[in-house]
């Protein structure tokens, strides 16, 4: 007698929009396995981090940096366990727990879905010592924040300014500059100042008294400004910034082209993805996680993120 055929799933639950707009635009839906390229892993996703990208990816509003295919599924940070490895993938085996900051050239396969494709170039192993909802809420903001970092010439004996440090970006980046031995201030809502302390950070309030509260703190000005907030957080620059420091935003252009300073948008680097996922298994990096949704809630983890006001990051678990 023949063995039973076993019955093989060919396809994948995945979150989709099928046009640009709002929240409305998502559904859960069955989609194809995705395809994978010689130098690609498919990943099984275990959790997935949303960040404000996604929706403004989504609504359209970086179609003019970002190309998009339709319909697409939201989402570059992943982690998971390898289920397939292409032709030149020497680094990785069935079976590996991976995270990744997997954003390829074009959006079309996020981290929203069961499955998903990820290039080998954006992704690292996940150590012991960390869950996959850490691993998950760690790519794009951790990266953000170490890359600024690198890229302000931060280092010990420094005095830092960080906008929106009880953020995303900014509750990594006012660890890991207390790590480089800087002293760091950072601005944050009354509410969230405790938090910052609790990370490293002499929190003062943004707004009006911004500039009496940080020349109180800092009566020589700062060596470095992070601005991980935009809108009028730089205005303060030119009173703040010791002469010779360095400014560094992810929002505000005018970091480089009124400061002479840099505009950070974060690339993958597996290897300074690893050096962060090990921080945090090594209990010197702390995750703020703020909710974690399933995968058919998580048209309210974006409602969530688009109400603008979480501190940590929120995570879907599939």
Sequence with gaps: MR????????????????????????????????????????????AAGINPVDYKVREGYLRGLIDTSLPAVPGWDVAGVVEK?????????????VLAYARADVVQHGSLAELMPVPVRTATRKPDGISFEQAAALPLTGLTALQSIER???????????????????????????????????????????????????????????????????????DVILDFAGGSSLDSTGALLKAGGRVVSIADPRARTEFGGEYVWVRPDPAQLGELAQLVADG?????????????????????????????????TV
């Design 152 to 222: 302000s010439g931060l280092g010990d004996g420094s005095t830092v300014l960080i906008h929106g440090a009880a953020g995303g970006v900014g509750s990594f980046a006012v660890q890991l500059a207390s790590l480089r031995g800087a002293r760091v201030v950072g601005t944050a809502s009354e509410r969230n100042h405790d938090y910052l302390r609790d990370l490293g950070a002499e929190p003062i309030a943004y707004g009006e008294g911004l500039v009496d509260a940080a020349t109180a703190l800092a009566p020589e000005g700062f």
């Design 85 to 97: 490895t292409g032709l030149d993938t020497p680094e990785f085996a069935v079976g590996d727990e």
């Design 3 to 46: 063995p039973a055929a076993r019955r093989l799933r060919l396809g994948m639950k995945a979150l989709v929009y099928r046009d640009f707009g709002g929240s409305d635009r998502l559904e859960l839906t069955d989609l194809p396995e995705p395809h994978i390229g010689p130098d690609t892993l498919v990943v099984r996703v275990v």
């Design 284 to 316: 010197a990096l702390r995750v703020e996680l703020a909710a974690t949704y399933p995968l058919d809630e998580a048209v309210a983890a974006f409602a969530q993120l688009e109400e603008g006001h979480t501190r940590g990051k929120i995570v879907v």
